[in-house]
T-cell receptor, first 111, second 115 residues
Framework: GDSVTQMEGPVTLSEEAFLTINCTYT??????LFWYVQYPGEGLQLLLK?????DKGSNKGFEATYRKETTSFHLEKGSVQVSDSAVYFC??????????FGTGTSLTVIP | EPEVTQTPSHQVTQMGQEVILRCVPI?????FYWYRQILGQKVEFLVS????????KSEIFDDQFSVERPDGSNFTLKIRSTKLEDSAMYFC?????????????FGPGTRLTVL
């Protein structure tokens, strides 16, 4: 069945460091892929998405490319800020309309 | 910007009690969902709801669970007789198209603690 495997956390980085959070997926169809972010005390907010192979989603300096050959959707940011501290969730949506989520990766950025 | 809201933010209950978790989806959305996240585990799909009926449900969504849209704005999840293992964060979500490419918009969650 469909599933998402996400890099274990927590991740701690210094401000302006490069961020990668790995995400791989298993799907029976042609899924859409998403990254959601959860700031403390808030709900899951869409960060970016890609709906077909080779699409790149981007938002707020974050990027992720839908790689069908490696079944991956790794999240990257060139220079993180303290305000990026949050929990990041990789998710997919396949032929149905339910989402499959990874376990979430907690990121802390220190000044 | 429109958002999904949930109440209460935290609910504490005794085992065997009934709880109702409430959600107000985004007003022009037609598809509604409940998910849960047990501490340290994945966010798991429970149920989807469209046109006043369940369209999909997971194995977790057994006879103890029910959903309802009692009026034009609220969407509720009821757990009839709570168990310790129901302790989790429950997220409501909604979207406008119900397709695999559509973004689901999530509420902030209700943390349910069953004692």
């Amino acid at each position: 069945g469909d599933s998402v495997t996400q890099m274990e956390g927590p991740v701690t980085l210094s401000e302006e460091a490069f961020l990668t959070i790995n995400c791989t997926y298993t799907a029976t169809g042609y899924p859409s892929l998403f990254w959601y972010v959860q700031y403390p005390g808030e709900g899951l907010q869409l960060l970016l998405k890609a709906t077909k192979a080779d699409d790149k989603g981007s938002n707020k300096g974050f990027e992720a490319t839908y790689r069908k050959e490696t079944t991956s959707f790794h999240l990257e940011k060139g220079s993180v800020q303290v305000s990026d501290s949050a929990v990041y969730f990789c998710a997919l949506s396949d032929t149905g309309n339910q989402f499959y989520f990874g376990t979430g990766t907690s990121l802390t950025v220190i000044p | 910007e429109p958002e999904v809201t949930q109440t209460p933010s935290h609910q504490v209950t005794q085992m065997g009690q009934e709880v109702i978790l409430r959600c107000v989806p985004i007003s022009n959305h037609l598809y509604f969902y409940w998910y849960r996240q047990i501490l340290g585990q994945k966010v798991e799909f429970l149920v989807s709801f469209y046109n006043n009926e369940i369209s999909e449900k997971s194995e977790i969504f057994d006879d103890q669970f029910s959903v309802e849209r009692p009026d034009g704005s609220n969407f509720t999840l009821k757990i009839r007789s709570t168990k310790l293992e129901d302790s989790a964060m429950y997220f409501c979500a909604s979207d406008s198209e119900g397709s695999s490419t559509d973004t689901q918009y999530f509420g902030p969650g209700t943390r349910l603690t069953v004692l």
